[in-house]
């Protein structure tokens, strides 16, 4: 069973627009959530959280909210850039109730930003 | 520079021949952590360890071991692969804390195939 889900593969943005990227988590135990990029032949690295204490994060050109009522996250990147092609990963854990160790992530997004 | 590394990076095996994975880093973390990556499927984490001496299942641990014995090395063991382990592995560390724990650092992977 799926626990952290992104339902989009794949997702084609023009530079300069928004980019939106969704997650949804079906644990309700979940508490922290997280955002990860990864490039080709490269690790995952980290880009922004949110504790389910918040319902928004912001960083710069990037924007996360929580939903928790519909378990539900978004990634917001405002401007695209090309630089921003990759794949996206949303990822959760259950940080105070639950296992500290265990990082569910989903299957990611492919982010493509078109100049 | 801080980072992880992992050794090798790529390698081709047969079914049955035993192989270590390395990773280590140089970030004094408490926390490591292998993954693998599957089309389809993300990042499925494989074990766990808060500390040295303490290693934890994670969502996808059978046909794997891990030991830690030392701060900063913790190797993945695939005692007898077989082709269901193809895949691209990832090793990451962070600090502990819940919000230390999310951001996780990541090593560049180590792609293996097992005929």
């Known amino acids: 069973d799926q626990q952290v889900k992104q339902n989009s593969p794949s997702l084609s943005v023009q530079e300069g627009r928004i980019s939106i990227l969704n997650c949804d988590y079906t644990?309700?135990?979940?508490?922290?959530f997280l955002w990860y990029k990864k490039y080709p032949a490269e690790g995952p690295t980290f880009l922004i959280s949110i504790s389910s204490i918040k319902d928004k994060n912001e960083d710069g050109r990037f924007t996360v909210f929580l939903n928790k009522s519909a378990k539900h996250l978004s990634l917001h990147i405002v401007p695209s850039q090309p630089g921003d092609s990759a794949v996206y990963f949303c990822a959760a854990s259950a940080g105070y109730g639950g296992s500290q160790g265990n990082l569910i992530f989903g299957k990611g997004t492919k982010l493509s930003v078109k100049p | 520079e801080a980072q992880v590394t992992q050794n090798p990076r790529y390698l081709i095996t047969v079914t049955g021949k035993k192989l270590t994975v390395t990773c280590s880093q140089n970030?004094?973390?408490?926390?490591m952590s292998w993954y693998r990556q599957d089309p389809g499927l993300g990042l499925r984490q494989i074990y766990y360890?808060?500390?040295?001496?303490?290693?934890d299942k994670g969502d996808v641990p059978e046909g794997y071991k891990v030991s830690r014995k030392e701060k900063r090395n913790f190797p993945l063991i695939l005692e007898s692969p077989s082709p269901n382990q193809t895949s691209l592995y990832f090793c990451a560390s962070s600090s502990l804390g819940t919000v230390a724990l999310g951001r996780q650092y990541f090593g560049p992977g180590t792609r293996l195939t097992v005929t």
């Open positions: 970030m004094n973390h408490e926390y």
């Open positions: 644990n309700s135990m979940f508490d922290y």
């Open positions: 360890s808060m500390n040295v001496e303490v290693t």
